[in-house]
């Protein structure tokens, strides 16, 4: 078990592959830690060195009392990739983990090389609809919101399947504080303005099923990036590395082959 301490915050995080490997980063979406990649990392191609990680409220990291800021959050994945020595790598990164990737591009292009948008947007919900979940999580917890979640993280066939117990469970452990803080950041949220400003290769992934981000919100985000592509999963929701890791990862070695990035 690796701990960062980065001062004001402890973060948990993983690294695989060998030393001198090509470097991947990977950010997780609200509610998950970073076993959320474990499927897609199996399936990558030998070579590239990966970090993973919890970022704040999540998982085994530190989960201070919010308010948390996206600068706050792009600052932690920053001063971690400093740390770890993650220089000019790829970004992958779910959901606010996109949100994360966007702002972290726009401010360290000696970081991010490259980029992948999945299943996430430069703006994603309203205010209005962020301050009704932090309310409901005030009120019952996490938990509350679990039924909700599991219908927009995952398209029908996968949440008939034991596996899906899991998950849930994953989400309702999340600190309150947490997850509270996350929203706060997403709900404060516009990167229209930085990610139009973006010049460097971009991917974005979208599951047809996504009742979070939809294949719509996301494809309009890469369009902000000039050159970039989009693919879409088919029978996938919000979270389709983990319902369809081998066409996920199909397209994400695809990509890194296409940028020579360790392949």
């Known amino acids: 078990m690796q701990m960062a301490d980065l001062g004001d915050i402890r973060l948990h995080y993983r690294i695989d592959g060998p030393e001198d490997g ?4 990977f950010a997780n979406s609200l509610g998950t830690d970073l076993r959320v990649w474990d499927k897609v990392v199996a399936r990558l191609p030998a070579g590239l060195r990966i970090l993973r990680y919890d970022k704040r409220g999540h998982g085994l990291s530190d ?3 919010g308010p948390y800021s996206m600068g706050t959050l792009v600052r932690d994945a920053e001063r971690l990739m400093e740390l770890t020595g993650f220089r000019e790598a790829v970004f992958v ?3 606010i983990g996109g949100m994360i990737a966007q702002g972290l591009a726009a401010k360290r292009l000696d970081l991010v090389r490259a980029l992948v948008l999945s299943n996430t947007a430069c ?3 309203t205010r209005e609809i962020w301050a009704d979940r932090v309310a409901q ?3 019952g917890g996490v938990a509350a919101l679990a039924e909700g979640t599991m219908q927009r993280w995952f398209a029908p066939g996968f949440r008939g399947t034991p596996e899906t117990a899991g998950w849930r469970h994953m989400l309702e452990r999340t600190p309150k504080a947490g997850y509270i803080g996350c929203c706060e950041a997403i709900a404060g949220t516009d990167f229209m303005t930085p ?3 973006l010049r460097l290769p971009a991917l974005g992934i979208a599951g047809s099923e996504d009742g979070s981000t939809p294949p719509d919100m996301v494809r309009e985000t890469l369009e902000l990036i000039p050159g970039s592509d989009f693919r879409l999963i088919r029978n996938a929701g919000h979270i389709p590395c983990v319902e369809k890791p081998d066409e996920y990862a199909a397209a994400l070695s695809a990509f890194l082959a296409a940028q020579g990035h360790g392949l």
């Open 195 to 197: 990610t139009s400003g």
């Open 137 to 139: 999580v005030k009120e």
């Open 123 to 125: 703006k994603i919900g």
């Open 93 to 95: 990164g779910l959901s």
């Open 63 to 65: 989960a201070p009392e």
């Open 22 to 25: 090509a470097p991947l980063v």
